[in-house]
């Protein structure tokens, strides 16, 4: 293969490369959300909590919580959400400490 030809092939693959992040990140859109739950539309369907017994009030605990929208609700897009479940672990001391979980949002038409 020739200087020229190596260089043809490596300018097109470097082209497509590009072509390929630019198309990918400019498919995402971005959009800014914020709601408040109203109370009493959410309730924590399990939940388990172990002490870890290093020092007093540290505890883990793994839960499950889930909303039910029936009248002000989130909206992406335009379509309302019907139902949120979140699952999560917390790692805490005396009520202070942190949690990471999971959130599966279940949107009017199904989604």
Not at 8 to 27: M, R
Not at 83 to 96: I, P
Request: neutral net charge.
């Amino acid at each position: 293969m020739t200087r020229t030809a190596r260089s043809t092939i490596a300018t097109l693959a470097a082209l497509f490369t590009i072509g390929f992040v630019v198309t990918q990140a400019s498919a995402q859109e971005k959009h800014k959300f914020s709601f408040v739950t109203p109370p009493g539309v959410s309730a924590y369907t399990q939940q388990y909590e172990i002490e870890v017994g290093d020092v007093p009030g540290h505890k883990v605990r793994i839960y499950e919580i889930r909303t039910k929208y029936t009248g002000e609700a989130p909206s992406y897009a335009g379509i309302k959400v019907t139902d949120s479940w979140g699952r999560a672990t917390s790692d805490y001391v005396d009520g202070t400490g942190r949690a990471s979980g999971y959130g599966i949002i279940v949107l009017e038409n199904g989604d």
